[in-house]
């Protein structure tokens, strides 16, 4: 069984920043991409940015510039540094592992999403 656990999210006015930590633990071989998701109010979860094993990062179009993710592998831990917040940006921002377990499983687990609001 994997865990994430979110945290740092809260309440910011525009302009801000926050950051977002994503521990993971469990039956965790390795991680191959970790990511941010992230789902505004009415609305469906969406791809906020994604960081491989390697380093190499994607980000949404909307996050570019402003957002920035990071992992410390031997942690099992990724970072979201959002920067420049945007009312826009208010959402329940959710972290999700894709690698194997040690027994050669496949995996793709969720935390259990980190509230982020951001008043104008």
């Known amino acids: 069984q994997v865990q994430l656990v979110e945290s740092g999210g809260g309440l910011v006015q525009a302009g801000g920043a926050l950051r977002l930590t994503c521990v993971a633990s469990g039956n965790i071989l390795n991680i191959n991409v970790m990511g941010w998701y992230h789902q505004p109010p009415g609305k469906q979860r969406e791809l906020v940015a994604t960081i491989t094993s390697g380093g190499t990062t994607t980000y949404a179009d909307s996050v570019k510039g402003r957002f920035t993710i990071s992992r410390d592998n031997a942690k099992k831990t990724a970072y979201l540094q959002m920067n420049s917040l945007k009312p826009e940006d208010t959402a329940v921002y959710y972290c999700?592992?894709?690698?194997?377990?040690?027994?050669?499983?496949?995996?793709?687990?969720w935390g259990q999403g980190t509230l982020v609001t951001v008043s104008s």
């Open positions: 999700n592992l894709i690698g194997r377990s040690r027994t050669w499983s496949p995996l793709n687990a």
